[in-house]
C-alpha cells in the first residue's frame, strides 16, 4: 500500500537558521505529493504541492521538489522565523495521471520550534 | 469566502455512546473527505464521498458511518464508542473529480471517557 515516512522530530532550531524536513514515499502509479501545516489548535492548511516528477512546489519561502528517482519530497526553507513554529505533515494522493479521488495518505508529523 | 466549517468544536461522550459529527464544505465543492487524528500522529483516511456517493473507504470498522446530503454538506457517525476513538476529527473539501488539492476545516475534539 501507499505510505509516507517523515524524518523523526521535533526539530528545534534558531530564527534565521536552515531548515530540511525530509519526506519518502511508497506509492504505486504517479502520486501527487503535499506539504501541509498545523498550527496548534487549527486544522491542516496546505502549504505546496507538486503533482509530477521534477516539480518544484513553492510557498512563503518554502520549497520541495518531487524526486520520483529518491522517492522524495524534502521541505526546506533558506531562514526560518518563530512564526514558522507549527507541525508540518507530508502527505501523497496516489491516482493514475492525478485522477484521485482524493484519498490522503500522511507522514506522522514533524513538530518544528524556532527560538528567537 | 467562508472556508470549510465542523459542528461542534469540542464532544465528550462515555464509552458505548453515538456520536455525530457535521461537515459543511466550501462553496462549489461536491467532494468531503473525513480523516481522524489521534494525538501525535498524522491524519487517517475514513472515508471520501463525491457527489453523494461513497467513493473511498480506510480501515475503520463498521461502528463508523457517514453520508453526504444534496447540499454536499456530510456527517460522520460513529457508534458503540471506544476509549481509543477519542481524537480530532477532519473534514476536508475539494472540488471532486481529477481535484486533489482538499482544504481542511478545524477539526472536531472529540473526548471518549
Known amino acids: 500500500g501507499n505510505s509516507v515516512t517523515q524524518m523523526e522530530g521535533p526539530v528545534t532550531l534558531s530564527e534565521e537558521a536552515f531548515l530540511t524536513i525530509n519526506c519518502t514515499y511508497t506509492?504505486?502509479?504517479?502520486?501527487?505529493l503535499f506539504w501541509y501545516v498545523q498550527y496548534p489548535g487549527e486544522g491542516l492548511q496546505l502549504l505546496l504541492k507538486?503533482?509530477?516528477?521534477?516539480d518544484k512546489g513553492s510557498n512563503k519561502g518554502f520549497e520541495a521538489t518531487y524526486r520520483k528517482e529518491t522517492t522524495s519530497f524534502h521541505l526546506e526553507k533558506g531562514s526560518v522565523q518563530v512564526s514558522d513554529s507549527a507541525v508540518y505533515f507530508c502527505?501523497?494522493?496516489?491516482?493514475?495521471?492525478?485522477?484521485?479521488?482524493?484519498?490522503?495518505?500522511f507522514g506522522q508529523g514533524t513538530i518544528l520550534t524556532v527560538h528567537p | 469566502d467562508a472556508g470549510v466549517t465542523q459542528s461542534p468544536t469540542h464532544l465528550i461522550k462515555t464509552r458505548g455512546q453515538h456520536v455525530t459529527l457535521r461537515c459543511s464544505p466550501i462553496?462549489?465543492?461536491?467532494?468531503v473527505s473525513w480523516y481522524q487524528q489521534v494525538l501525535g500522529q498524522g491524519p487517517q483516511f475514513i472515508f471520501q464521498?463525491?457527489?453523494?456517493?461513497?467513493?473511498g473507504r480506510g480501515n475503520f470498522p463498521d461502528r463508523f458511518s457517514a453520508r453526504q446530503f444534496p447540499n454536499y454538506s456530510s456527517e460522520l457517525n460513529v457508534n458503540a464508542l471506544l476509549l481509543g476513538d477519542s481524537a480530532l476529527y477532519l473534514c476536508?473539501?475539494?472540488?471532486?473529480?481529477?481535484?486533489?488539492?482538499?482544504?481542511f476545516g478545524p477539526g472536531t475534539r472529540l473526548t471518549v471517557l
Open positions: 476536508a473539501s475539494s472540488v471532486g473529480g481529477h481535484r486533489n488539492e482538499q482544504f
Open positions: 506509492a504505486t502509479g504517479y502520486p501527487s
Open positions: 507538486a503533482t509530477k516528477a521534477d
Open positions: 502527505a501523497l494522493s496516489a491516482g493514475a495521471g492525478g485522477t484521485s479521488y482524493g484519498k490522503l495518505t
Open positions: 462553496s462549489g465543492h461536491k467532494s
Open positions: 464521498y463525491y457527489e453523494k456517493e461513497e467513493r
